[in-house]
């Protein structure tokens, strides 16, 4: 006995619905595994930038080396300076056969704090070498003055063990502050110009000139 299919109305309908559901199903599908969309770049054109100055910063400032200028009176009184100095630092010399230079480091009440060098402008001899023998002290001192501004004397501390004590006991702690200028170079300085107003002596010390204005 052979089975053959019957189809009536109602699976003809139910076939077709069936076909045109697997097709939408293939349809969203192949939607679904679609390529995804390229969107290409979108150019713009920017503003063009205005120019920015830029301001280097300043540099800094060079720093100052400090130097004393004296008042008019030390100008005016510079030969009776170094007279005092002379006949104190090198005591044994006619202060006419001296020279000396001074820097002021401090002043309190009546008293002028300085630092100074003196060098006698007649050699004591001559060395082995044969170069003449000049006493050059290189010393901090006190310059006493009185009411008017004159020199009354002038004080230096002692040698050997009693330098230190005297130090202290005769200049501020400020002052002490700046000798180590004097040790370290800043005198040999004044005893060059001392040396060249030996064959100068119209000359004045340094620290004249260096309250006289430069044409």
Same mark, same amino acid.
């Given at each position: $006995? ?23 199903? %293939? ?49 005016? /009184? ?37 630092? %100074? ?13 044969g170069t003449e023998i000049f006493s050059s002290p290189s010393i901090p ?22 330098? %230190? /004590?005297?130090?202290?006991? $005769? ?9 180590? /200028? ?7 300085? $004044? ?6 107003? /030996? ?17």
């Amino acid at each position: $006995m052979i089975w053959r299919p019957t189809f009536n109305k109602h699976h003809l309908l139910f076939l077709f619905i069936f076909l045109t559901a697997c097709g939408k199903q %293939a349809d969203a599908l192949q939607v679904e595994t679609s390529s995804p969309t390229v969107i290409p770049p979108v150019l713009t054109t920017l503003a063009p930038t205005q120019p920015v100055t830029i301001t280097p910063s300043p540099l800094p400032t060079q720093p100052i080396v400090p130097f004393i200028t004296p008042d008019s009176i030390q100008v005016e /009184r510079w030969k009776e300076y170094e007279d005092a100095l002379a006949r104190t630092l090198l005591s044994f010399r006619p202060p006419e056969e001296v020279i000396c230079e001074w820097e002021l480091l401090g002043r309190s009440e009546q008293k002028v704090y300085v630092w %100074a060098v003196c060098t006698n402008i007649i050699s004591s001899g001559t060395s082995l070498d044969g170069t003449e023998i000049f006493s050059s002290p290189s010393i901090p001192a006190v310059i006493h003055l009185g009411e008017d501004g004159s020199v009354q004397n002038v004080e230096i501390p002692g040698a050997g063990s009693d330098y %230190a /004590r005297d130090i202290s006991q $005769m200049f501020p702690p400020d002052v002490q502050k700046e000798f180590n /200028r004097y040790h370290f170079g800043r005198a040999r300085e $004044m005893l060059e110009h001392a040396a060249w107003r /030996r064959t100068h002596p119209e000359e004045p010390p340094l620290i004249v000139l260096s309250a006289t204005p430069m044409p």
